[in-house]
């Protein structure tokens, strides 16, 4: 167990290596991020300046020396767009996106897993069938349309919900959430809801393909020549062998929610890390583009061992540091 | 269900009134960085940054120079400046303005790490205080920018400022300024909260905005801000989408206020080199020469795009078909330039003459996210320009690619926007022949090259009388367009949209002030 998390690790820090080194030499081949930035007054002079100043007049490899030097003491850089360190920026944006893809993933768990298994257990009720044709909308609908209809929706026409922005944030163990205060939970619902959509949809189809191959199995058979209660063979015996693939599939998802929340975050101004990458690729910020993706790798990494090591909880017959 | 839509309409109808009172929420459209206002010269920086602070020099809604912290300046000799101090200026931690928070806002802008105001304070080679409330600021040589330049340097406190980095100005702890709002909160990404300043210097008895507290709420996606205004979550918002215009004005409860901006539009025509980057005939054998050297082609290239038609139908009105680099109130436009008029025959009899009656094939170059309808424009001005015979193909690039691949060089007939203050700056940057030592040329794509032009700026920025240096910015500014050193397009019109009874001053800078909303 403790070998695998240790390669596990390992190999990260090889991901780390090999990503950082490509997106730096990415955002070297766009160009002068100085051009972008620069005061359109500047001449020639100012600009070399600016651009001498930040170290981006020497070689690419030199660069990366630099970037890599101070990295291993934790030092990611300055932003060039916000003059503060970037892993800083990073992590200061952190928990809006995180308290975001939580909310969306539990919209998604909690809803998708009972419709699912409403679905797989009644294929052939109207409920059921209306169940599957809506996770087909779901699938299909791009999330920037679906956000500007929740908007037009919810906070234009009904007045409901706030169109957009975070709302007032509640310091929880120090940090900023916005859940524990309504205000805050009416800002956050349209959003979650928006990204819930897709994972929603993934979840609910899982689960009722997961259910329906499960009833036919022996061992379901046999619980119900045993008398057991329905409660009891759904709620456990189905529910524990359709959950692997689900729990496989939403850890995947989570880290892929987090990192690639973007869209949502555009539309509803939500000021989390995506919103903060897409601006900062916007400008060529280089610190803050390769400090977020060193996050996002290492939230994958963490992510992929926490599912495993849940995967080995739910199926006994699976066991972590085996030739595999 | 016609009963339920009713209830709900009525239940909607408590969230979609104005703020009450005196609170005031205006949605921006492009991210603010930072609060430090020495950092860098971002227009969503610098619009916070002047609602707390002020410079020695402000500009008006025509973007004319006005007095600002200084009451008055003029020239001791051709290299020194005198100013003015406003007396009883008070910062808003109550300290009374002094010359040396001046002289120390001067100084700061060249010592922030990685700061960009430099450009406007690095030719001040020494400062004097004469007295408390004059201060006299020497150049090198003679430099007619400086009031200009001063406006771009906010003035803090230095006492607050003296040992603070960027980070205290984000915390609010350095954000001690002079200007008609005091600084409350900056929640990076989502929001900026001001208060009124009651003793602004600016308010003369009366009060210095209708306002007692300002949030700038942040919302770059187009929708989603129109979104907030509608569901009246926002009182007003800035640069409104031209596709939303006609919809806006349907709206009873909503009005427009819209202003020429200073940001006009046009074309760069690779002239640097024989062969331009990418131009070929149009079964793409490459050309014998560089037909931009030709002035004819320049022309033809100009008569054949119909501005009338962009600034009507693809602008919706958000535009005024250009002559000059700078737009109508601008200092230095010459009004006696009037637009080419729209003549697609006139334009293949000249490329007939200059030896192109089969013209050429192209690439035609442009953002695709920076200036208003950019793509849609390029496209078609494409259009346009097949109609004389030209083939354009349209490359839109993002900006972030977009700049980077101009400054070196690698586009042949690329479109770009430009802000200015005068005439003659936007010369200087844009047409005048490049030169790193004189800063003339920074952003010249084109490679075009005129003595003539040269001399008129020089001349321009030597002197200190404003008529005479206007009148040579002008003359320079006619000779570039005569002779199609660029193609000007339009300039843009800005435009704000709030909740009535709302009323905005509109500015040509694309400034959102919060103090010049007033409730009618």
């Keep these: 167990m403790l070998s695998h998390i240790a390669r596990r690790v390992l190999q990260s820090f090889g991901v780390l290596a090999v990503m950082s080194l490509l997106v730096f030499a990415g955002v070297y081949a766009v160009g002068n991020p100085m051009d972008i ?11 070399a300046r600016a651009t001498a ?5 020497r070689p690419l490899l030199e660069q990366y020396f630099i970037f890599i030097k101070h990295a291993a003491t934790g030092d990611l850089g300055r932003s060039f767009a916000f003059n503060v ?3 800083g920026l990073i992590l200061e944006r952190m928990p809006a996106t995180l308290e975001l893809a939580t909310a969306a993933m539990l919209i998604a768990v909690l809803l998708g897993i009972p419709l699912g298994l409403w679905a797989g257990l009644k294929p052939r009720s109207g409920a059921g069938k209306t169940i599957m044709a809506s996770s087909i909308l779901g699938f299909s609908l791009p999330t920037f349309w679906v956000g500007l209809m929740l908007i037009l929706v919810f906070s234009v026409w009904l007045g409901w919900l706030p169109t957009s922005g975070r709302g007032p944030t509640v310091n929880l163990f120090g940090i900023p959430v916005s859940f524990l205060s309504l205000e805050g939970l009416r800002h956050l619902v349209l959003p979650a809801a928006n ?5 929603l949809s993934l979840v609910i189809r899982l689960t009722r393909s997961g259910t329906r191959e499960a009833i036919g199995q022996d061992y379901v058979r046999f619980a119900r020549a045993k008398g ?14 359709v959950l692997v693939p689900v729990v496989t599939v939403v850890g995947v998802e989570f880290g892929s929610v987090i990192a690639f929340a973007v869209v949502t975050e555009s539309i509803f ?6 919103k903060l990458l897409i601006d900062s690729i916007n400008v060529l910020d280089r610190p803050v583009i390769v400090g977020y993706l060193c996050i996002v790798v290492a939230l994958f990494v963490a992510i992929n061992l926490f599912v495993d090591l849940l995967y080995s909880w739910l199926d006994p017959r699976v066991r972590l540091g085996e030739a595999a | 269900m016609r009963r339920l839509l009713r209830i709900l309409v009525a239940a909607s109808i408590p969230w979609a009134l104005p703020a009450q009172g005196a609170d005031l929420r205006i949605g921006l459209a492009a991210d603010v960085t930072s609060m430090d206002p020495h950092f860098l010269n971002l227009a969503p920086n610098i619009n916070i940054a002047w609602h707390v602070f002020d410079a020695l020099t402000h500009v008006d809604e025509d973007a004319r120079l006005i007095p600002g912290l200084a009451v008055s300046w003029r020239t001791i000799d051709s290299t020194t400046w005198e100013f003015k101090l406003r007396r009883g200026v008070r910062f808003h931690d109550g300290a009374e303005l002094t010359a040396e928070d001046v002289v120390f806002s001067i100084e700061r802008t060249l010592k922030v790490p990685n700061g960009q105001l430099g450009i406007f304070t690095r030719r001040i080679v020494a400062k004097e205080i004469v007295d408390p409330a004059t201060l006299r600021l020497k150049t090198a040589a003679p430099y007619a920018m400086v009031p200009y330049d001063l406006n771009s340097v906010s003035i803090v406190s230095r006492k607050a400022a003296v040992r603070s980095g960027p980070e205290d100005f984000d915390s609010g702890k350095a954000m001690i300024g ?12 989502d929001r900026v909260e001001l208060a009124r300043n009651d003793g602004y210097w600016g308010a003369q008895g009366g009060k210095s905005a209708a306002w007692e507290k300002v949030t700038f709420r942040i919302v770059p996606t187009d929708p989603a801000r129109l979104a907030g205004l509608l569901s009246g979550e926002l009182d007003a918002i800035e640069q409104v989408p031209t596709a939303d215009l006609p919809r806006i004005r349907r709206d009873a409860r909503l009005q427009t206020a819209q202003k020429v901006s200073w940001r006009t539009i046009f074309f760069h025509l690779d002239q640097r080199r024989d062969q331009a980057p990418g131009l070929t005939d149009k079964a793409g054998r490459s050309l014998a020469g560089n037909p931009f050297r030709d002035i004819r082609v320049r022309r033809a290239l100009s008569k054949a795009i119909n501005r009338q038609a962009i600034a009507e139908r693809l602008m919706d009105g958000a535009a005024i078909p250009a002559a000059n680099l700078v737009s109508p109130p601008v200092f230095g436009h010459a009004s006696d330039l009037k637009p080419e008029p729209y003549d697609p025959e006139g334009a293949k009899r000249l490329l007939a003459e200059a030896g192109y009656p089969d013209g050429f094939a192209m690439t035609l170059s442009a953002t695709s996210n920076r200036y208003v309808n950019d793509e849609q424009i390029a496209q078609a001005v494409a259009q346009m320009l097949a109609r004389v015979g030209v083939r354009a193909r349209v490359e839109a690039l993002p900006v972030s690619a977009y700049l980077p691949k101009g400054a070196k060089g690698e586009f042949a007939f690329a479109m770009l926007g430009w802000g200015s203050f005068s005439g003659d700056l936007a010369l200087r940057s844009l047409v005048a022949t490049a030169n790193a030592d004189k800063g003339f040329g920074a952003f010249n794509w084109s490679g075009y090259s005129n003595p003539r032009i040269d001399e008129l700026l020089e001349r321009a920025f030597a002197s200190v009388d404003e008529k005479q240096r206007e009148a040579l910015a002008r003359d320079a500014m006619r000779l570039a367009m005569r002779d199609y050193a660029v193609i000007p397009l339009h ?5 704000w949209a709030m909740r009535k009874p709302l009323a905005y001053a509109p500015r040509t800078d694309e400034f959102t002030f919060a103090h010049h909303f007033r409730a009618q």
């Design chain 1, 37 to 47: 930035l620069v005061n359109p007054q500047s001449d020639q002079i100012e600009i």
């Design chain 1, 53 to 57: 100043a930040l170290g981006l007049d």
């Design chain 1, 85 to 87: 360190p970037a892993i």
């Design chain 1, 195 to 199: 990204l819930a959509l897709f994972n």
């Design chain 1, 228 to 241: 057991l209660t329905e409660t009891r063979i759904v709620g456990v015996h189905v529910l524990r062998n």
């Design chain 1, 269 to 274: 101004a939500w000021p989390g890390m995506g």
């Design chain 2, 178 to 189: 002079t200007g008609p709002f005091r600084f409350v909160r900056f929640a990076r990404g």
């Design chain 2, 491 to 495: 300039h843009q019109v800005t435009t």
